[in-house]
Structure formats: structure tokens, C-alpha cells
């Protein structure tokens, strides 16, 4: 492909050089360029500039106002945004060949997408999916490093799901990827928000420009989409709402608990082994048995149901595709034992997703509900003292341990959630695995464990090191051993 094909349509200021050069790349890691490739070259890059030129490659695109010396240079206005629009036109523009689902939020996108994954599958089609647990597609199964990929590999694994077949992707689209325009270039059809709290603030400094990232989503990536039937899904009970609707000539869904929304819930029963769930949907009663627990979960499935309605996805089927979904690990992830213990594993790492998931299990206790859990280092610290404040509110007892401390001392981190606990009624426990172990020791019959923070994790990041772990196996473990 030569340049030339790749550039029309972007905010060009300047170009050097022949533009019937052939590209057979591109990259902005100077390690994985190649003889003719394309390079994005940004301040932080800059200087593998030598090592780019002797590679080889063929040309490069920046937003770098100093001189930059190079035989074959376009200037654009954002590199990022180019780098986008670049790798869609490279890879093809395979999202305007397939069925794009974006769900953003702080809490719920996986399950949702799983459950939207669960309903596809049912329906017989061949679906994809992009997210924190997994990128998958048709035989095709990959440990992600970010819950949504740098843009070039996003549209390269675009263009592997289309040729594999797949019709129908769903992918998490996290507030650091819009923020940093890892989305741009892929055409949209729906767009999900599942809700809005405390999160990130350490990336985005205040709630304020994390909802305006959350935003974009739906007032710019769903705008720009070319696809000609474009909707909009929108949890109407979350108070931030308002600040994400598209403009005009978008179609907007909205569902909830309460209302008068094109998707609602009517009634339902829970125990502590699942959920009865009767609800509208667009119209249409449905009713439906799941083994996942809490309105966040009755929010997902609303979420999830609207979203594959607007597909063309008939009712038994969205019925059967989340009667046969069994959870997503980590999310309230059931820990099998014969002794009646309740134990579950939850990714639970915000004040919101926290109080929410103790209030359900409070609601459905027998006996005590404990609790074990951490705040992560390099993070928002802002968090750690509510973390501490809902857990010792709701629990009846909490074990404060580690997470993944990362370059801070776990005791310091203990401390900032100490600063906002009540009561006594708490330890501390610095070693994640001795803290599962006490939790376990001291359950009897009939009580709930929380074990929240890292979810589906099966690692621990202490300083430069990263350990195996999984609170599920160390709870397993434990429970084996029989303490």
C-alpha cells in the first residue's frame, strides 16, 4: 500500500518526500520496525529516530513542531489520532465490516460483554471479544496486557477476527484508552455506558475529566462511526447520564431498575445462589433464571439484553444465552467447597464496586460476612481511607491486606486505609496468602468471604517482581488444608 492511499482524509500540515513509497508496515515501537515500514514518531520516541532510519524504514508521521530530518515526512496536527486513522485504512477498515459493540464504565463492562458474548454464541453467531480478561475470536485466545490494545494492534486484530469469519465484536473500552485515542478508526454500530464512580483519578486528576474521557465514546468515536445505523445504550438510573448523551441522529436506549425506559426491570427474587429476573424489554416481558447475584448484575443483564435486541437477536434467545452463562471469573466468582462455606472472589478495586457487592452479600448472610481486602500501589490513594470506611461499615469482620503494592510499601498503603475505618472490628494481615488463610479459619457454616480487589488476577506485582497468585486457588488451597 503506498502512502498516498493511507493519508487521504487526515489533517495533513506538511508533506516531504514521494508519497508513492510502499509501506509494508507500521509501528511506533522502533523495535518492530522493518525495512519500508511507516513510523509514528512522537517526543516520547523521538529519540530511536537513528535506530528507525537504519532499519530502514520508509517513512514517518509526527506532530513534532522541531525540525525533524527524515527523505519522506508527513506532519499531521495529532499524531495519535493519525496513527489511528492510519492503521484502519493499513489493516483494510475491517470494523466497518464487522458488528462493533463498545461498552464503557467504571464497574460492569466485562460481565456485560460475557453476557453479550454468551447470547451471540447462542444465536449462532461468530463473535469476538476484546476486554480486561481475554481477546478471543473463533479458535483464537489471548492474554491481554490492557483491557482495551494500543490502537495499530487493535485494528490488526480487527482485521484477524474478520478474516477468521467473526461478524459481531464487543470490546471493553477503557477511560485511558479514549483518553489516548486507542479507539480511533473503529466504526462503532452500539455503544454501551454501564455507570459512573471513583476511579482513575490518579491518571485523570479529578472526576470531572474521567467523565469527560467516559464521554467521548459517545459524542465523538460514535459520531465519527460511518455505520448508518448507530445506538446508543444508556444506563438512565446513573446520575452522569446526561453528560454522555450523543447529539442528535443517534439513537438512544435507555434501561434500568426504575423509570420509564425502553428497558426495565419489573420484579425479582434472590438467593444467594442466584436470581429470578423478570423485566421489559423494549416492550416485550422476559423472564429469566441466573446464577449471578445483585443489581449490578441485574443492570449488566439489562445492558447486555437491550444491546443484542437492537441486533436483531430474538427473545428466546437472549432468554437462553443468559440462563446458560455461568459468571466471568472473578466477578463474584463462586469458590466450590462441601463444608457451606459461601466464598466468593471478586475484582471489587473501587469504593463503588466495594459497597456495592458487601451490601448484596449483607442482604443474603446467614451468619457473618467477612471480608478481605487490599487497595493497589501506584494508584489513586484518594480511594484507600472510603475503601477502609465501607468495609468496616458493612462487614462484620475485614482482613486488611495487600494487593499489588507495586513500588509502594504495603504498609504505608495499609495505613491509607486505615485512616478511614470505623470501629475495631478489623486486622491487619500484610501477606495476601496468610490473610485468605485467617479469613478461612475463622469461617464457620452458614458465613460469606468476600476476597476482593483481584479477581481473575493470577499474579501480584511487589516492586520489580510479579509473583504467580490467585485468591481463588489460595482459597481453594485453604479450604483444602481444612484449617
Do not use: W
Amino acid at each position: 500500500m503506498e502512502i498516498r492511499d493511507l493519508l487521504e482524509g487526515l489533517e495533513i500540515k506538511e508533506i516531504r518526500g514521494s508519497e508513492r513509497i510502499e509501506i509494508k508496515g507500521i509501528s511506533k515501537d522502533s523495535r518492530d520496525v522493518r525495512e519500508g515500514y511507516l513510523f509514528f514518531l512522537t517526543k516520547r520516541n523521538k529519540v530511536y529516530l537513528d535506530e528507525v532510519r537504519k532499519k530502514g524504514a520508509g517513512a514517518i508521521v509526527t506532530d513534532i513542531g522541531d525540525y525533524v530530518s527524515f527523505p519522506s515526512l508527513i506532519r499531521v496536527n495529532d499524531v495519535e489520532k493519525a496513527m489511528g486513522q492510519i492503521a484502519s485504512k493499513f489493516y483494510g477498515e475491517p470494523s466497518k465490516n464487522l458488528f462493533v459493540t463498545g461498552i464503557t464504565g467504571t464497574n460492569g463492562k466485562t460481565t456485560t460483554s460475557f453476557l453479550i458474548d454468551s447470547i451471540l454464541q447462542t444465536a449462532g453467531k461468530n463473535h469476538g471479544i476484546i476486554g480486561t480478561i481475554v481477546y478471543r475470536y473463533k479458535g483464537h485466545v489471548f492474554k491481554p496486557q490492557n483491557t482495551t490494545p494500543g490502537v495499530i494492534e487493535l485494528h490488526r486484530i480487527l482485521d484477524d477476527m474478520r478474516r477468521a469469519g467473526t461478524t459481531h465484536v464487543t470490546m471493553e473500552v477503557s477511560s485511558h484508552a479514549l483518553d489516548q485515542k486507542r479507539v480511533e478508526g473503529v466504526h462503532f454500530d452500539i455503544c454501551v455506558f454501564t455507570n459512573l464512580s471513583h476511579d482513575h483519578l490518579d491518571y485523570h486528576k479529578d472526576f470531572s475529566n474521567y467523565r469527560d474521557a467516559k464521554s467521548l465514546l459517545f459524542k465523538y468515536y460514535l459520531k465519527e462511526s460511518s455505520k448508518k445505523r448507530k445506538s446508543a445504550v444508556l444506563n438512565g438510573d446513573d446520575p452522569n447520564v446526561s453528560y454522555l448523551l450523543p447529539e442528535e441522529g443517534i439513537k438512544k436506549y435507555f434501561y434500568g431498575l426504575s423509570g420509564t425506559y425502553e428497558t426495565r426491570l419489573i420484579r425479582y427474587t434472590q438467593t444467594i445462589f442466584g436470581m429470578h429476573i423478570e423485566f421489559s424489554l423494549l416492550g416485550r416481558r422476559m423472564r429469566v433464571n441466573t446464577p449471578l447475584i445483585g443489581d449490578f448484575n441485574i443492570y449488566n443483564i439489562l445492558a447486555a439484553s437491550l444491546a443484542c435486541k437492537i441486533m436483531g437477536i430474538g427473545n428466546d434467545l437472549i432468554k437462553k444465552g443468559i440462563e446458560v452463562f455461568k459468571g466471568v471469573p472473578g466477578r463474584l466468582e463462586k469458590v466450590k467447597n462441601d463444608k457451606g462455606y459461601h466464598v466468593f472472589v471478586d475484582y471489587a478495586h473501587t469504593p463503588d464496586a466495594l459497597e456495592k457487592v458487601l451490601k448484596v452479600l449483607l442482604s443474603l448472610k446467614e451468619k457473618r460476612l467477612i471480608l478481605v481486602f487490599g487497595c493497589g500501589g501506584d494508584r489513586d490513594r484518594d480511594k484507600r481511607p472510603l475503601m477502609g470506611r465501607i468495609a468496616t461499615t458493612l462487614a462484620d469482620i475485614t482482613i486488611i491486606t495487600s494487593d499489588n503494592p507495586r513500588s509502594e510499601d504495603p504498609e504505608l498503603i495499609i495505613e491509607d486505609i486505615r485512616k478511614g475505618v470505623i470501629g475495631n472490628n478489623y486486622k491487619i494481615i500484610p501477606d495476601r496468602k496468610e490473610a485468605i488463610y485467617e479469613a478461612i479459619r475463622m469461617m464457620e457454616r452458614g458465613d460469606i468471604l468476600l476476597i476482593a480487589g483481584k479477581g481473575h488476577e493470577d499474579y501480584q506485582i511487589l516492586r520489580d517482581e510479579v509473583i504467580h497468585f490467585s485468591d481463588r486457588e489460595v482459597a481453594e488451597e485453604a479450604i483444602g488444608v481444612g484449617l
